[in-house]
T-cell receptor
Framework: AQSVTQLGSHVSVSEGALVLLRCNYSSSVPPYLFWYVQYPNQGLQLLLKYTSAATLVKGINGFEAEFKKSETSFHLTKPSAHMSDAAEYFCAVRAGGGYQKVTFGIGTKLQVIP | DTEVTQTPKHLVMGMTNKKSLKCEQHMGHRAMYWYKQKAKKPPELMFVYSYEKLSINESVPSRFSPECPNSSLLNLHLHALQPEDSALYLC????????????FGEGSWLTVV
């Protein structure tokens, strides 16, 4: 079985401050991990993904995430928040070995305060 | 060009109506998906098609009927829906292997009245 846990359904940061969105995973096989962003009334857009090539993954819009096997974590960070970062962020896990099902976390709504 | 196109963007239907949601991708992806997303919730997988064959059905009620006419198209036929079926329906596609990204469309907003 596979699952992800996102800590904090709402996160507020000031513009220019560090963004840290937490994700912990559970998977019986080596996982593939993803972060997606969803802006209001839109579909999901991939921010970045981990597929075992490198533990530090850089994505679009200045976001990055680090895979830590010992902590079963894949936290999303951005050094400096921008107003346009306000959105819903979903962590997702997909088990390896040809299994096609992706399981999403509950999502974290990021609010950026001017 | 990573694009999944869904039509219509908005659909309002009565509980006795029959309607369809359509999805198209031209990325050569061999896996296509339907997800359902309720407000303030994560997407929930409904169906997966792999190489035009239904490979996963997440115990979805029969009032939802998927169809994959060819490798680029995916339909979701709707019949006798309930108001609680109102949601955002997301189509997605991927190359099919585990590590490859799933690309999502913008979604179809369905309201059942």
């Amino acid at each position: 079985a596979q699952s992800v846990t996102q800590l904090g359904s709402h996160v507020s940061v000031s513009e220019g401050a560090l963004v840290l969105l937490r994700c912990n995973y559970s998977s019986s096989v080596p996982p593939y991990l993803f972060w997606y962003v969803q802006y209001p009334n839109q579909g999901l857009q991939l921010l970045l993904k981990y597929t075992s090539a490198a533990t530090l993954v850089k994505g679009i819009n200045g976001f990055e995430a680090e895979f830590k096997k010992s902590e079963t974590s894949f936290h999303l960070t951005k050094p400096s928040a921008h107003m346009s970062d306000a959105a819903e962020y979903f962590c997702a896990v997909r088990a390896g070995g040809g299994y096609q099902k992706v399981t999403f976390g509950i999502g974290t709504k990021l609010q950026v305060i001017p | 060009d990573t694009e999944v196109t869904q039509t219509p963007k908005h659909l309002v239907m009565g509980m006795t109506n029959k309607k369809s949601l359509k999805c198209e991708q031209h990325m050569g992806h061999r896996a296509m998906y339907w997800y359902k997303q309720k407000a303030k919730k994560p997407p929930e997988l409904m169906f997966v098609y792999s190489y035009e064959k239904l490979s996963i059905n997440e115990s979805v009620p029969s009032r939802f009927s998927p169809e994959c006419p060819n490798s680029s198209l995916l339909n979701l036929h709707l019949h006798a829906l309930q108001p609680e079926d109102s949601a955002l329906y997301l189509c997605a596609s991927s190359e099919g292997r585990s590590g490859n990204t799933i690309y999502f469309g913008e979604g179809s907003w369905l309201t059942v009245v």
